[in-house]
């Protein structure tokens, strides 16, 4: 089992970052995931569950971006990939989401271990594992790659208690997100 670890946004247009939504506090979502994707790496070593971080994508915009994704995680031979976000709403929605590709059971089945682990951990709002089709958000990441892939949204960044609980809590949110890849991995059908 090997496991991409993709950080959403880290990508440079036009010499400025894009880095995604910025939650209440002027944190970026690639800047937050940056961070994130280390600690969980540290899980996964720790599991024995090999690894690879992409954190810096390249291309001239978001479809070769995600060309460029989807190659180094086939390349690379990862079996399943995550892509890091945080959500961005009014102050007042939260919780946790797990995207998948609509026609993947496979991705279905990884959203479903990450979410558990989500909720188990921090018992936010549970917003469920969405199936994302051709015309959604998201579905590049989750269509390109031969691997199983999944877009994680485990808090919204635009809500300050979700912040607190779970970006606030790094380590247990890295340790949850590690737990739901060795689920997938201990698991299969
Ligand atoms: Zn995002």
Request: glycine content about 12%.
């Amino acid at each position: 089992m090997k496991a991409a670890l993709c950080v959403g946004h880290s990508r440079v247009i036009n010499h400025s970052k894009d880095g995604g939504a910025i939650a209440f506090n002027g944190i970026s979502e690639w800047d937050f995931n940056n961070a994130l994707v280390n600690h969980i790496a540290d899980k996964l070593d720790a599991m024995g569950i090999d690894h690879m971080i992409l954190n810096a994508y390249q291309g001239d915009g978001y479809g070769s971006a995600m060309q460029w994704m989807a190659e180094q995680v086939d390349h690379a031979g990862c079996d399943i990939g995550i892509e890091f976000h945080f959500n961005d709403a009014d102050a007042s929605a939260s919780g946790h989401e797990v995207l998948y590709c609509a026609s993947s059971t496979r991705g279905a089945r990884l959203a479903g271990f990450l979410n558990a682990k989500l909720g188990s951990t921090f018992g936010t709002k549970d917003r469920g594992i969405t199936p994302i089709d051709s015309t959604g958000r998201g579905w590049a990441a989750l269509s390109l790659p031969k691997a199983v892939m999944c877009i994680l949204e485990p808090f919204f960044g635009s809500n300050e208690s979700d912040w607190n609980t779970v970006a606030g809590n790094v380590d247990a949110l890295a340790q949850a997100i590690a737990y739901g890849i060795q689920d997938y991995a201990q698991n299969q059908p």
